[in-house]
């Protein structure tokens, strides 16, 4: 009889799993309590239950499993095992985008599902690879850090709720239905994806689509992978799960650079949580925003901070941990994660890899001038990041500028005007007051890089070099070209990844220069949460109306809070000596509690964007376009009747006629369809965007726009034969809100569905 110690239970007695699970049940709260939170707010905006259990098995077993797995026999050795999650399902995406191109090329896309077996067989049978289904030697993650970002998610789940989620239904669900004008065309972007490789531009059938649309492939391969609806995953599944995936990388890629839990959790707060500083009414955007409004409004965005975070994390292994920084490093396997997250990022949005690549030649001539010394590891990940660039250049976008051109400035242009009846002193101030409220309204939340720089006295390491260039770069970018649109905004958007990363860092380092124990830091975070709920309640009490005035006026609600604001910081200062003489606890302590100050500063931001939703039907305020259930009961009627390949044609081309000319910013065929559209809103096109009409530009080829009207005003049997053959078209959708078929259409196709508004006919 083998003895047993006293106390302990015997090997594979029924008392060891309970124990074990005993323990790991407080592990693995705050990621239940995170995931349970989401699962709340996406049931009470009606998403249906089993289309959030789909699409849950979808991410668990077709893009965190394989990705995972390909992670872990990438990377030399484990850190955390929410890191190889984290930045596993980031691989996954890139893996799957892979798949999904694969699959749709060959027109096997409703086999896609199959392709998490690519990874996973392998790692079955080869005894190498096997290992990785069970790691052990991770760090252990501290408890307040897991707690911290379960609160991030909640909180911004809370916005995307009340911004989002509450405000645009699934389908639209009355005649006054309205949506944000941009929604309709990524829908049917993704709409495009689920069939196409590459995708074609929606609304002109066979035209090449030079766009960042890697995103909305991804939606598709959701759609395609777990049977939800496409809608649903648009509307409701992939935004606040992308969401929480960033704020979970950001938390994770901090950690790992700077060496320290907390400068990645406080990077996922300034990120996620603090709003851009602007003391208005919540309505207007002054300079853009970094991730209000856009994470739902772009989605792309979010989806590209996916992939660019973890690039970071990458690319800064490569360039050197800096001293003390007692992270387990990647190995060789990093340069793969480089090459394969590089070529993800290069269509996931135009602007991420221009602001790696600019960091990484920074990094390397400050490492040349300063260090004397070529690093090449540098190098050799700016020549993988100028071809990535070239590639997406050449083959992605065609060259195809989208309207961004060299005019410096034209983002702080508007609230100067013309100097005409100013002298050079005022213009003078006058730039100087729009270029600090530039700074302020987006930038405020990287004051922790002021906190870097000065505890290393200027002298950083060349990873803090890099993540301070992304920093730079991004806004320096955006400062010296124009958009019509203002889509220059997501180079800012790009360094902004970098920057709270930094600025969580020299955040983090400054509390530890403080020694504050258990006690100081719960009172430091106590005073914080209470500084910032008090400039909600002003803000919500006191919504500044900017009335119609000089150019600049704008500007004043921002510029008059940061006044009053410094002067409280300056106060502070005075009084500070005489308060840590009596309470010997705040010695040595203030910059500590002035920076905390700074960086929650902005808390009203996302809450003034939250407030604003309510007041309009679209989630937001913000161009919209009507979208009634009318319209898209007819759309999804053909949806669910058609071929995947089948055009259709439309009379609904345009948003509105305004003085005789089409506003062709009109999508919702193609996007409710999720078919091709022969002619519909065409000024999104690459080749049209930035023309100095605007949506107002005429469509390119008459002859096709001419052939569609003549279907639905002076049919002949010839004229939609030679849509049919030529074009392929299948379908017609009549809008009679905007034109009455002409009768004799009923005689040359089929009629078969008309709800009185929209009649839908099928070719013969």
């Not at 939606?219 to 992308?242: C, E, I, K, Y």
């Not at 490492?367 to 660039?389: E, F, N």
């Not at 407030?611 to 989630?619: E, F």
Request: glycine share 10%; hydrophobic share 55%.
């Amino acid at each position: 009889m083998t003895a047993v110690a006293d106390g302990a239970p015997a090997l594979g007695t029924p008392t060891t799993r309970p124990h074990r699970a005993a323990e790991a049940l407080p592990r693995y709260a705050p990621a239940l309590a995170a995931f349970v939170f989401v699962v709340v707010i996406l049931l009470s905006a009606d998403t249906p239950a089993l289309d959030i259990a789909r699409y849950t098995g979808y991410a668990l077993l077709a893009v965190v499993l394989p990705g995972t797995l390909v992670y872990r026999a990438l990377r030399a050795r484990p850190h955390t095992l929410v890191e190889d999650l984290a930045v596993g399902a980031a691989v996954g995406l890139v893996l799957e985008l892979a798949a999904w191109a694969v699959f749709t090329g060959l027109g096997l896309e409703h086999r896609l599902w199959l392709w998490p077996l690519a990874v996973v067989l392998p790692f079955v049978a080869v005894p190498r690879l096997r290992r990785h289904w069970r790691v052990t030697g991770y760090t252990p993650v501290p408890t307040g850090w897991a707690w911290s970002v379960a609160a991030i998610i909640a909180g911004f789940t809370i916005y995307l709720a009340e911004s989002f989620l509450y405000r645009n239904p699934i389908l639209p669900l009355g005649e006054e239905q309205a949506q944000y004008i941009d929604l309709p065309f990524q829908l049917s972007i993704a709409g495009a994806a689920t069939h196409q490789m590459p995708p074609e531009v929606p609304q002109v059938a066979g035209e090449p689509l030079h766009y960042h649309w890697f995103g909305f492939a991804h939606m598709a391969a959701a759609n395609l992978v777990s049977g939800v609806d496409l809608p649903t995953v648009f509307f409701r599944l992939a935004v606040p799960t992308l969401c929480l995936l960033a704020v979970l990388l950001v938390a994770v890629v901090g950690w790992r650079i700077s060496g320290r839990p907390y400068a990645g959790a406080v990077a996922a707060a300034l990120m996620f949580t603090v709003g851009e500083f602007g003391y208005e009414n919540g309505i207007r955007q002054l300079f853009g925003t970094q991730a209000t409004f856009i994470v739902w409004g772009s989605p792309s965005m979010t989806y590209s901070w996916v992939l660019l975070l973890p690039l970071i994390a990458v690319l800064a292994d490569r360039i050197g941990p800096a001293r003390g920084v007692a992270v387990p490093p990647l190995g060789r396997g990093a340069w793969v994660l480089v090459v394969l997250l590089l070529a993800a990022s290069t269509g996931a949005k135009a602007s991420s890899v221009p602001v790696v690549a600019a960091a990484l030649g920074l990094t390397a001539l400050v490492a040349l001038v300063v260090r004397r010394r070529l690093a090449w590891s540098v190098i050799v990940a700016g020549m993988l990041a100028l071809a990535a660039q070239g590639f997406a250049t050449a083959v992605l976008f065609a060259f195809e500028s989208h309207g961004v051109t060299v005019d410096p400035f034209s983002g702080l242009r508007p609230f100067v005007g013309a100097a005409a009846d100013r002298g050079a002193g005022a213009s003078v101030l006058l730039w100087g007051a729009v270029g600090l409220a530039f700074l302020l309204n987006l930038q405020l939340r990287l004051a922790g890089i002021v906190a870097l720089l000065h505890h290393r006295r200027f002298r950083l390491e060349p990873v803090q070099v890099f993540l301070l260039g992304g920093a730079v770069i991004g806004p320096v970018i955006y400062l010296l070209v124009g958009h019509p649109g203002s889509s220059n905004q997501y180079f800012t958007r790009a360094g902004f990844a970098f920057g709270v990363i930094a600025s969580g860092w020299g955040y983090a380092e400054l509390i530890e220069r403080a020694r504050l124990n258990r006690r100081g830091r719960v009172l430091l975070a106590t005073g914080a949460a209470g500084f910032a709920l008090l400039l909600c309640l002003i803000q919500l009490n006191n919504q500044a109306i900017v009335h119609p005035g000089p150019v600049w006026d704008p500007l004043r609600p921002l510029l008059w809070w940061a006044a009053a604001l410094t002067g409280l910081a300056l106060l502070g200062a005075l009084v500070w000596p005489a308060l840590a003489g009596r309470w010997t606890g705040l010695r040595g302590r203030g910059a500590a509690v002035l920076l905390t100050g700074i960086l929650v500063a902005g808390a009203p931001g996302l809450v003034m964007d939250a407030a604003a939703a309510h007041r309009y039907a679209n989630g937001g305020a913000y161009a919209v376009v009507p979208m009634p259930q009318s319209r898209v009961a007819a759309a999804r009627w053909v949806y669910e009747h058609s071929e995947a390949d089948d055009v259709v044609a439309t009379n609904a081309y345009c948003r509105a006629v305004v003085n005789g000319r089409c506003d062709a910013r009109s999508f919702w065929v193609s996007a409710y369809t999720e078919r091709s559209v022969l002619v519909e809103g065409w000024a999104f096109t690459p080749k049209l965007v930035g023309q100095p009409d605007g949506p107002y530009v005429p469509f390119w080829d008459q002859t096709r726009l001419r052939a569609n009207d003549a279907a639905f005003t002076a049919p002949t049997e010839a004229g939609l034969a030679d849509l049919r053959d030529r074009y392929g078209v299948r379908w017609l959708v009549v809008d009679r809100s905007v034109g009455q078929e002409a009768e004799v259409l009923a005689t040359l196709a089929d009629r078969r569905f008309d709800n009185g508004r929209l009649a839908v006919y099928q070719l013969r």
